[in-house]
């Protein structure tokens, strides 16, 4: 008997097979959820050189280290406030 079948019986014999086998399958469940709901999100950069600016590149580097979180970040240049707000 390896470790996790007598962790298994432990719990089973302090709340039961229903409890153990409904918490374990909400955790799973609950774990996919959450490893396919990575969607791209878009954030708008504002910067008065645009694109070629030295903020919008400190963004691609975080966008670059937010995809080690399962994060996707689409980037949005503006170079004026007037066009950034209105968006």
Known sequence: MNFFQRKEQQIQALTG??????ALSSLLLSGSAMATSAQAQTLCVFDLSGASGD????????????????????LKAY???EKAISK
């Open 17 to 22: 097979k229903g409890f153990v086998r409904l």
């Open 55 to 74: 903020y919008f590149a400190f963004m691609k580097d975080y966008a670059l280290a937010a995809q080690k979180w399962s994060v996707m970040i689409d």
């Open 79 to 81: 170079n004026k406030e």
